[in-house]
Nanobody, 126 residues
Framework: TVRLVESGGGSVQAGGSLRLSCVSSGYEYLSNCMGWFRQAPGKEREGVAV????????TYADSAKGRFTLSQEPGKNNVYLQMTSLTPEDTAMYYCMGSRGSGGDCALEDDGLSFWGQGTQVTVFS
């Protein structure tokens, strides 16, 4: 089975940066959607950024554009989220998502079939 392990969360002052890592095991091919979702207390989980590990450019939520950068370790189903200019509104539990295969069309949506990590907490204080 696929396993996703996140790391890199923490507490940071507003305006600061954090880099989240998601390392996978169990994937057989480089043909998956992988990315990050987040859930703040009292809110629904929302997509932040996603990419196709077979190649292509990432898709970002409006809240992430210009501040967050999603990247992939070459040749592996591992992804990294570099977050800059953080604000208290970015405070949430961040979850790594990996799909069960993909044809390359990756969306910021939970299809109900994906694999998930256990989450890493990001707290931004002012």
């Amino acid at each position: 089975t696929v396993r996703l392990v996140e790391s890199g969360g923490g507490s940071v002052q507003a305006g600061g940066s954090l880099r989240l890592s998601c390392v996978s095991s169990g994937y057989e091919y480089l043909s998956n959607c992988m990315g990050w979702f987040r859930q703040a207390p009292g809110k629904e989980r929302e997509g932040v950024a996603v990419l196709y590990t077979g190649g292509g450019t990432p898709t970002y939520a409006d809240s992430a554009k210009g501040r967050f950068t999603l990247s992939q370790e070459p040749g592996k189903n591992n992804v990294y989220l570099q977050m800059t200019s953080l604000t208290p509104e970015d405070t949430a539990m961040y979850y790594c998502m990996g799909s069960r295969g993909s044809g390359g069309d990756c969306a910021l949506e939970d299809d109900g079939l994906s694999f998930w990590g256990q989450g890493t907490q990001v707290t931004v204080f002012s």
